[in-house]
């Protein structure tokens, strides 16, 4: 009997927030859909081994994108932006031998420069207990940023 107390008490306190975080990754995805969709001003440049890519809506940073080759790794980063605020990162880290290849990804949904959900599939790097996806995933966007934003003003006049 005290099971099915604990279970109801579980279910009725958590219930809400399992829909309050699958509507935010909906309203998150619509934001990045609708960067994508939007026109702005892309632009391409590369720094070392890695090509950037960025993309202004309306005299604001909305989008970055990474890809670097070392080795036998392919990796490639996008950070989605709202109000100057992470909202999406995906990943996709592709390692090449010979003709064949293993592929792992993610995708890091944020709020208020939080992770708030992510998702990984295939074998790599979420398989390791001590990984932590919030700091490397703001590490690399803040990286990016960094390297985009110097680019953009060393491009004014």
């Not at 998150?28 to 809506?57: H, M, N, P, R």
């Not at 990016?144 to 953009?152: D, E, L, M, T």
Request: proline share 2%.
């Amino acid at each position: 009997m005290m099971k099915y107390f604990l279970l109801t008490i579980f279910l009725f306190c958590h219930w809400p927030s399992f829909g309050q975080d699958s509507l935010l990754r909906k309203q998150i995805d619509e934001l990045v859909l609708s960067i994508d969709k939007a026109d702005g001003k892309t632009s391409t440049f590369k720094i070392s081994s890695t090509y950037y890519q960025y993309k202004i809506i309306n005299g604001k940073l909305s989008k970055i994108e990474s890809r670097l080759k070392k080795g036998s790794i392919k990796t490639i980063r996008i950070f989605y932006i709202k109000n100057s605020s992470l909202i999406l990162s995906t990943e996709k880290e592709i390692t090449y031998f010979g003709n064949d290849s293993i592929t792992w990804g993610g995708g890091f949904y944020f709020k208020n420069g939080k992770l708030i959900d992510y998702e990984t599939l295939g074998h790599g790097k979420s398989e390791d207990e001590n990984w932590k996806p919030e700091i490397e995933v703001i590490a690399n966007y803040n990286k990016a940023k960094k390297v985009v934003s110097v680019y953009i003003r060393s491009k004014k006049p």
